[in-house]
């Protein structure tokens, strides 16, 4: 099995900056990419960043700029540094991992649970 928990979620005035962490643990012989998702309250699950094994990154319109993915592969952990926070920025925020488990296996998509990002003066 494998889990994946994201942190550094919290409350932040407009302009801050909070980063977000996210890690995989268990079963795992190989991560081909890392993903950052948010859903705002009232609104779809919106695509934020990705960030591969060779450390390509790609950016969702809205978040480039002010956003920057990175990941420590021998930790298994990827990070979400957040600056110049606005308010429409608040929601949660989900981490998913695509990993293959054995060296033969099939690719799967794991999610974490989400953590709650609050942007408000």
């Known amino acids: 099995q494998v889990q994946v928990v994201e942190s550094g979620g919290g409350f932040v005035q407009p302009g801050g900056s909070l980063e977000l962490s996210c890690t995989a643990s268990?079963?795992?012989?190989?991560?081909?990419?890392m993903r950052w998702y948010r859903q705002a309250p009232g609104k779809e699950q919106e695509w934020v960043a990705t960030i591969t094994v060779a450390d390509t990154t790609t950016y969702n319109a809205p978040v480039k700029g002010r956003f920057t993915i990175s990941r420590r592969n021998d930790k298994n952990t990827m990070y979400l540094q957040m600056n110049n926070l606005r308010p429409d920025d608040t929601a949660v925020y989900y981490c998913?991992?695509?990993?293959?488990?054995?060296?033969?296996?099939?690719?799967?998509?794991?999610w974490g649970p989400g953590t709650q990002v609050t942007v408000s003066s």
């Open positions: 268990g079963s795992i012989h190989y991560i081909a990419n």
């Open positions: 998913a991992a695509l990993v293959r488990q054995t060296v033969a296996g099939a690719v799967s998509n794991y």
